[in-house]
């Protein structure tokens, strides 16, 4: 099912299945910020990465000497939400761990995720509370989609995204199989600022980059249009479209966490950038969307 919540700004509308954004309209300009999916490139919207970011090693991980499996981006995004708060502009769906995730993901944990808005902006606020009596591990991060060009008089090489500050930006290095390397280097050779969209960026897959500002912004010279991405609790930030297409869109992803190694099957306890959370304890992080 698929819910909505309104200002007199804008209307946003999420899926239930995986709490995933699928439409943010401005209200005066009837203008579509998000895409709205092609099987030539790509079918997602805005998918919720929990309890992992990325993907893992053959698709598998080891917890307390026993294999599992989990797909990419963790089971999230497929899962089925409930409605647990609801206002006019704003509401909170939450999962529970159940039958279908411990078979994937062995916790008892509780995620929340709220949708407000306040004027031109849209903050979603993950929640995750450890319902276990172990400790929970975990990531969780975001992966909107944006339409580029935002305007169809426009292309996607007319536009640019900058952070608000000049940052010396270290890239994450990906294998030709997108696990990561361990070689991380300074992007473009360190003091970032504006990097000029062209297809050809998502040749060799995503761009991610931390040691960044935490404001950045999709916009174009030659419009007033934009999209503004702040993501102060997020340590990474990515830039994605399906490689080697001329795709339509911009995925900018605050993540928490990364894929796997290469060539490792992790144990989730000591998986880099994992969350460890004690029983009973909450943890709370948030990005903003703010659209012009």
């Not at 599992?68 to 409930?82: D, K, L, Q, V």
């Not at 900018?252 to 894929?259: L, Q």
Request: proline letters at 4%.
């Amino acid at each position: 099912m698929v819910y909505s919540i309104k200002n007199s700004f804008m209307e946003v509308c999420i899926n239930g299945k995986g709490a995933e954004i699928v439409s943010i309209v401005n209200n005066e300009t009837f203008r579509e910020y998000i895409w709205q999916g092609d099987e030539k490139y790509w079918m997602g919207h805005a998918p919720v990465m929990f309890p992992i970011c990325g993907r893992l090693y053959k698709g598998k991980y080891k917890y307390k000497r026993k294999n599992y499996e989990m797909p990419n981006h963790g089971i999230a995004r497929a899962s089925t939400f409930r409605v647990t708060a609801a206002k006019n502009d704003e509401l909170t769906l939450t999962l529970q761990a159940n039958e279908e995730t411990l078979a994937k993901y062995p916790f008892n944990f509780r995620l929340d995720i709220t949708f407000k808005l306040t004027d031109n902006c849209l903050e979603v606020i993950h929640t995750v509370k450890n319902e276990d009596k172990k400790e929970l591990i975990f990531t969780l991060g975001g992966h909107p989609a944006f339409n580029v060009p935002l305007n169809d008089e426009f292309q996607f090489e007319d536009y640019y995204v900058e952070f608000d500050k000049e940052c010396d930006a270290m890239r994450v290095d990906f294998s030709p199989a997108c696990f990561c390397t361990k070689d991380d280097k300074l992007y473009n050779g360190g003091s970032v600022k504006r990097i000029d969209l062209k297809h050809e960026l998502f040749d060799d897959d995503a761009i991610f980059l931390y040691n960044t500002d935490k404001r950045i912004t999709l916009k174009s010279d030659k419009s007033e249009e934009s999209v503004t991405l702040s993501f102060d609790n997020m340590k990474y930030i990515g830039l994605w479209h399906a490689p080697k297409t001329d795709a339509p869109y911009l995925c900018i992803e605050p993540w928490c966490g990364i894929p796997a190694n290469e060539g490792v099957v992790d144990d989730l306890e000591t998986k880099e950038e994992m969350m460890h959370l004690p029983t009973g304890f909450t943890f709370s992080n948030s990005y903003k969307i703010e659209i012009q």
